[in-house]
């Protein structure tokens, strides 16, 4: 197995530590300099899109690169450029920097797109320090792979702190605090700013001043106040429409329903101040010392935060979180990602580009002090110094359990095999694609955002929005929409089919594990791992499921079942929902259902994770309004999906 990726980011490592050999002292990053003294070298901390992503839209307009330092503009023997293989046509377009010189975003020409299905190879060379005006040591390449469409699904923001409370305000905010929000998808650095991220107030009260930062691993933005805010005075906090995804789809906020982008708005009044301290890590996963770790593990840290903050992810990413490889050369592990959780603000996460190596040990360490780890505390808290943890890998075993790809059927909220998708009443939403490889005539009561195609709708009673596409069979829905029910869209509701099947033959093969309620899975609290039907069906009646990922945020579930999923009851009524804590994600959650799933009939409760039937699937009943929230994805690989009242989230990657 290649341990190491080569790349400029171990290429720099490389040479920064040969030179520690003759330089007493020197850091991570550390070089020589011309006239002798130590200095940063520029290095690539994170990419969009990721090393090795595909269904990358073609709309995707914008390449963006982190670096670890502020550069200097990219220009003259600096370059970001965009290639690809003949006959296909390398990019164009233009490069510039963010405020922070952090950031660097390739923009392709306007009017110009991405090719379908063709891997693009990005390149960043030449980039200097802002301060030293030190060089890279060589160019950072990576790979991405295009989807066969574009992408019209409206970024949302999924949460924020203080939470959002409708009508509002929140009470009892810190006044000392700064406020992140976060994204359900990655975000055009350049439109989130002070003028599309602001924090107002209603004279006598002046707004306060203050600067935005955005993360790009993290998908989120964070206001930090230059000052203060003034204990008992209210702050209308906006993020506008024009904060962009990167294919250039505006926010999908509250103050207009879908299709239409707008802002999203909260409010909140300052409480006394949060008073200051130390941040600290409580636990880590692995374990310090851990001898059995998978391959394909994340490596977890939950921290303790004075005053009830949270981490402020604009802090945390490859150079502040790390991992590195054994001694003497050290070199880093490239990371997929390094985010914090968006439940609770405390469990940090760094997540390996490609699995670990087998026999090695490895280095985690989380940086400290003023350029390291801080809290949304203003001025932030901070660790008194590095954290480091050591832990072996080994073989994978039955125990390893890694995410289920879903290729190109990760875009979908709900797929309708081949047999279609039924809205019934004017609550649904589903923030996510919509396919099914029947005729279009088999998708009714939805209507799309991205090309507003409409579905047979009846206008006040069956009418439901995707934040996305809708992938069907020839022929197109109305004479006024060509673009959807066309071979194109066939071919690529065929294809999400097959990703799909592939994923669920793949949740069948992973060995079965215990059925711990009899079937019921109600009022358990479930550590990751396999559960199997033993009787082949499932429920969840009589109370909650609760699943503790342990501090584990890339800890992963799979639940077997021969026949039947129900959710809700006993009986029609008393819907039941499943809860995510410590550190569980929707994404890495499975349900393989040999025939039909049924989710809440009485409607009401949030289901989580991605649904994968052999024959469709039922979301409440028709007639009712209490809303049924599915954080994940229906997929039915034959019979059709039918929703009401259906609000559907499709996990962010």
Known sequence: MNMFKNDSRYRNWSMAVALCALVSGCGRDAILGSNGITALRPAVITETPTNGASGVATNNTLVTVTFNEPVAPIAGTASLTLTCASPCVAATGAVALDATNTIATFTLTPGTALATLTQYTATI?????????????????????????????????????????????????????AIPAIFTKSMAPATISATSFTVTCT??????????????????????????????????????????????????????????????????????????????????????????????????????????????????????????????????????????????????????QIPLAAGVTYTATIKGGANGVRDLVVPADTLPGDVTWNFTVVAAGPACLAPVPLASAASFGTFGGSAGVTNSGILTVINGDVGTTAVS????????????????????????????????????????????????????????????LTAYNALVALPGGPDPGAGNLANLVLVPGVYTAAA?????????????????????????????????????????????????????????????????AAGGGTMVGTIISQAGAAFSTVGNTAIVTLNGRIVSLGASVTLVATVINVPAP
């Open 203 to 352: 004279a006598p009260c002046i707004s306060p001043a203050g600067s935005v930062g955005y993360s790009a691993d993290a998908r989120a933005a964070v206001f930090t106040p230059a000052a203060n805010l003034v204990v008992g005075d209210t702050y209308t906090v906006t993020i506008t429409a024009a904060a962009t995804d990167l294919a250039g789809n505006g926010l999908a906020g509250n103050q207009a329903p879908l299709p239409a982008p707008s802002s999203y708005v909260w409010t909140i009044t300052a409480a006394s101040p949060s008073a200051a301290g130390n941040l600290a890590v409580l636990s880590t996963n692995p374990a310090a010392n851990a001898n059995a770790v998978c391959p394909s593990t994340g490596i977890n840290a939950t921290f303790t935060v004075p005053g009830g903050s949270r981490i402020d992810p604009t802090t945390l990413n490859a150079a502040t979180f790390l991992v590195t490889g054994p001694a003497p050369a050290s070199a880093p592990v490239s990371a997929a990602s390094v985010s914090v959780d968006a439940a609770t603000g405390l469990v940090a996460t760094f997540t390996p």
């Open 441 to 500: 005539t088999l998708v009714t009561g939805l209507h799309d955002s991205g090309v507003g195609c409409t579905y047979t709708e009846v206008l006040g009673a069956d009418v439901g929005i995707v934040n996305g596409l809708i992938y069907t069979a020839p022929p197109p829905p109305t004479a006024a929409c060509p673009s959807e029910g066309t071979a194109t869209t066939a071919a690529a509701a065929m294809q999400a089919r097959a990703d799909a």
């Open 536 to 600: 082949g069906s499932f429920m969840i009646q009589g109370g909650d499921l609760t699943l503790d990922a342990r501090g584990d945020a890339n800890a992963v579930w799979v639940f077997q079942m021969a026949t039947t999923l129900t959710v809700g009851g006993p009986g029609a009524a008393f819907p039941q929902s499943v809860i995510l804590v410590n550190g569980a994600q929707a994404k890495n959650v499975y349900w393989q259902v040999g025939s039909a799933a049924t989710i809440d």
């Open 125 to 177: 060379a030449g980039a200097q320090s802002l301060a030293t005006g030190v060089a890279m040591a060589s160019p950072f390449t990576w790979q991405f792979t295009t989807a066969p469409t574009s992408d019209t699904i409206r970024p949302r923001v999924s949460m924020t702190y203080p939470a959002t409370t409708t009508p509002g305000p929140t009470a009892g905010v810190p006044s000392n605090t």
